[in-house]
């Protein structure tokens, strides 16, 4: 199945997703891409914020993605590694079943799913700025991460697979 239409469907139903990605076994090279893939899109989200700021303060637009480049790009991967590896070893404290992987898959699942709605917060910085309307998006992405999240964890630990 695509991508796109495993994203959708996890906004159906997160376990089902991961039971099945859990099903086509462990392949490193997928979960790197699902995090470079996820990093990608946040840093894209990203760009109407910092276009805005840079408007509005005079600041150069190209050190500002520059910036975010960096720790989105290259710095942010390998912190979700070790807060997959964090997440793994409390999972394992709590009584489940599996290896990091299940936890990396987990994690970096739910981080690329939810990035439709962290586009939309990149919208709304960009064009609205700060205010309600961008802490409502920006609380219904952590909603929904954390849904996806530990749906995800519950699946790869305790759950069929």
């Known amino acids: 199945m695509a991508v796109t239409a495993d994203i959708t469907a996890t906004y159906r139903g997160p376990r089902k997703v991961i039971a099945r990605l859990l099903s086509m076994g462990h392949r490193e090279d997928r979960l790197l891409a699902f995090l470079m893939g996820a990093c990608a899109l946040m840093f894209i989200a990203q760009m109407p914020r910092l276009a805005r700021e840079a408007h509005l303060t005079g600041?150069?637009?190209?050190?500002?993605?520059?910036?975010?480049?960096?720790?989105?790009?290259?710095?942010?991967?390998?912190?979700?590694?070790?807060?997959?590896?964090?997440?793994?070893?409390?999972?394992?404290?709590?009584?489940?079943?599996?290896?990091?992987?299940?936890?990396?898959?987990?994690?970096?699942?739910?981080?690329l799913a939810s990035t439709p709605i962290l586009l939309l917060n990149g919208l709304v910085a960009g064009?609205?700025?700060?205010?309600?309307?961008?802490?409502?998006?920006?609380?219904?992405?952590?909603?929904?991460?954390?849904?996806?999240?530990?749906?995800?964890l519950r699946e790869a630990y305790w759950g069929r697979a």
């Open 59 to 111: 600041q150069d637009l190209n050190m500002l993605l520059g910036g975010a480049l960096l720790g989105i790009i290259f710095i942010a991967p390998l912190a979700l590694y070790a807060f997959a590896w964090l997440s793994h070893m409390l999972a394992r404290v709590l009584g489940g079943q599996g290896d990091g992987f299940r936890g990396r898959l987990a994690l970096f699942w739910a981080f």
């Open 127 to 152: 064009f609205i700025g700060s205010g309600p309307a961008l802490n409502g998006v920006g609380l219904l992405w952590l909603a929904v991460f954390l849904w996806f999240w530990l749906s995800g």
